[in-house]
T-cell receptor
Framework: DAGITQSPRHKVTETGTPVTLRCHQT?????MYWYRQDPGHGLRLIHY???????DKGEVSDGYSVSRSKTEDFLLTLESATSSQTSVYFC?????????????FGNGTRLTVT | AQSVTQLGSHVSVSEGALVLLRCNYS??????LFWYVQYPNQGLQLLLK??????LVKGINGFEAEFKKSETSFHLTKPSAHMSDAAEYFC????????????FGSGTRLQVQP
């Protein structure tokens, strides 16, 4: 299994509070991704990174920001959590950047916003 | 832009019966296609991938998928279902963009009846 650790695994927070999720990889892969999983929607891309300090938006980036100061860490921040951000968040990595390369996923963070 | 459509959000089969999970894709360029499986409270695990080397692709756990360009399909099959196959399955297509992300279908939950 790819060395991907997401933390925390579960979190409950209140509306309006900031939340940061962490993804840590030990594979030295260049590309990292944050997806959210919601019933009926599959996985949707929030943000991605193609190198240290190189990040860009995905389809559902509103209300989220990311940072990547080291190759191994990719942080996802909910600036002011809302109930619509209750979801399961997955981090993924890819090393080659080739179209035929699969993504490898962490085990997810289940976030509940009350 | 690439996209995938999974027909049937829930599929139920009897143990020992054929499993058929449907995926159709839309792509303006030759696609790279993937099937992932997700067991409860886990991340996504790669089952198999199509990268144009062969139209019939064999994956883990006895699954296989056939790429049919004329039908724009990449259906997942297994000759004989096992109880342990109960999970959610996602079809995905590689994006033909610099971000090297995957676009996912909405998923199909497979239930296996004893």
């Amino acid at each position: 299994d790819a060395g991907i650790t997401q933390s925390p695994r579960h979190k409950v927070t209140e509306t309006g509070t900031p939340v940061t999720l962490r993804c840590h990889q030990t594979e030295n892969h260049r590309y990292m991704y944050w997806y959210r999983q919601d019933p009926g929607h599959g996985l949707r891309l929030i943000h991605y990174s193609y190198g240290v300090k190189d990040t860009d938006k995905g389809e559902v980036s509103d209300g989220y920001s990311v940072s990547r100061s080291k190759t191994e860490d990719f942080l996802l921040t909910l600036e002011s959590a809302t109930s619509s951000q209750t979801s399961v968040y997955f981090c993924a990595i890819s090393g080659t950047g080739k179209l035929e390369s699969p993504l490898h996923f962490g085990n997810g963070t289940r976030l509940t916003v009350t | 832009a690439q996209s995938v459509t999974q027909l049937g959000s829930h599929v139920s089969v009897s143990e020992g019966a054929l499993v058929l999970l449907r995926c159709n894709y839309s792509s303006s360029v030759p696609p790279y296609l993937f099937w992932y499986v997700q067991y409860p409270n886990q991340g996504l695990q790669l089952l198999l991938k199509y990268t144009s080397a062969a139209t019939l692709v064999k994956g883990i756990n006895g699954f296989e998928a056939e790429f049919k360009k004329s039908e724009t399909s990449f259906h997942l099959t297994k000759p004989s279902a096992h109880m342990s196959d109960a999970a959610e399955y996602f079809c995905a297509v590689s994006e033909d963009t610099g971000r090297r992300a995957l676009t996912f279908g909405s998923g199909t939950r497979l239930q296996v009846q004893p």
